[in-house]
């Protein structure tokens, strides 16, 4: 998130010359990206269960255009006001999600996995207070973590979050316990890369305890036309996130980047030059990590065939 609340509605061929590391882990072969070039499609394991795509760049051979190396994706999680988790819905997308692994892995293209939970069958958002206070509400969530965790490390998934945002989805007060519960789940049963997938950095001071995690990640968009305010806010935001990453021990990734919310209403040209900024000033930094959102069709501007199609390929091809 820059400058404003974010609404989160929101690979690797040897062909290409990407670089890859082989690591064995637990038996499973993992390929990690020497510079990651992925996308975030948030509605792929939800439309692929009615055998449907909603994204622009799903395919591997799309993939393979972009010189891109990997797929991140949720399994989306629905529950009801009353705190109410849709299990059935949920080990749906499970079989979705591993299919779709070994679809991407079958074509050298890793995986990075998490969990949207999102009120009924709308759209993700805020998770209501009184609804992640429910004990009854955390336990099944981390039951159902528990579940994607075994998935993602029977599968060999090279990247793991145990939410999607959670600093936008839950509560402040609730957030440190909830961070605590869902990163025990995840270090008992996966012994890939743990990402720490927010949609901003913490305010300093905010006694959150972010240790633990191997990557931690944010979300950058324009919201505005003043492209040169944005590439300041580009600076600051990436220079906070390596910060506090190396205070981490951890990687700095970003773990979004695109156009959603009010930069969907931005001319086509400020959307291209405002999604150049946060490439060129994440490569100045160093970051070795980029995940561009493809939005489900319908919603917003999606990378292939909309504006931002030459603007990726022209910064993952040129990449590693």
């Known amino acids: 998130m820059i400058g ?4 989160t509605r929101k690979f690797l061929s040897v062909g ?4 890859l590391v082989s690591v064995s882990i637990a038996g499973r072969e993992r390929l990690y ?3 990651v070039k992925g996308f975030w499609m948030p509605a792929l394991a939800e439309y692929r269960v009615m055998e449907e795509s909603f994204h622009s760049v799903d395919d591997p051979a799309t993939m393979r255009e972009f010189a891109a190396n990997l797929a991140a994706f949720p399994i989306p999680l ?8 849709d299990v059935g819905a949920f080990e749906a997308g499970l079989a979705t999600a591993r299919g779709l692994i070994r679809e991407y892995h079958g074509a050298g293209i890793s995986v990075f996995l998490t969990i949207e939970p999102a009120l009924g069958p709308g759209e993700p958002g805020r998770i209501p207070e009184r609804v992640a206070a ?7 969530y981390l039951a159902l973590l528990e579940e994607a965790v ?9 990247y793991f979050a145990p939410m999607n945002e959670p600093d936008y989805k839950l509560p402040a007060e609730l957030l440190g316990l909830w961070d605590e519960r869902m990163l ?12 720490y997938k927010r949609s901003a950095l913490p305010p300093r001071g905010d006694g959150l305890d972010l240790s633990g995690y191997d990557c931690l990640g944010i979300s950058l968009a324009p919201w505005d036309a003043d492209l040169d305010g944005f590439r300041e806010m580009i600076r600051e935001a990436i220079g906070g996130l390596i910060a506090l990453a190396n205070e981490l021990g951890a990687e700095a990734m970003i773990t979004e980047l695109g156009i959603w919310g009010p930069g969907a209403d931005l001319p086509p040209e400020v959307q291209r030059e405002a999604v150049s900024i946060v490439f060129e000033e994440g490569v100045r930094a160093g970051i070795k990590a980029f995940i561009v959102f493809d939005s489900p069709a319908g919603c ?8 931002l199609e030459e603007v990726v390929k022209r910064f993952f091809r040129s990449m590693g």
């Open 150 to 158: 075994a998935l993602a490390e029977e599968e060999g998934v090279e």
């Open 33 to 35: 990206p020497e510079t």
């Open 134 to 140: 429910r004990d009854e509400f955390l336990t099944g």
């Open 16 to 19: 290409v010359g990407v670089v």
């Open 300 to 307: 917003y501007p999606q990378v292939r065939g909309g504006p």
């Open 184 to 195: 025990a789940v995840v270090k008992q049963g996966f012994t890939s890369k743990i990402v």
């Open 4 to 7: 404003g609340e974010m609404d």
């Open 78 to 85: 629905h529950y009801s006001i009353r705190g109410e988790i």
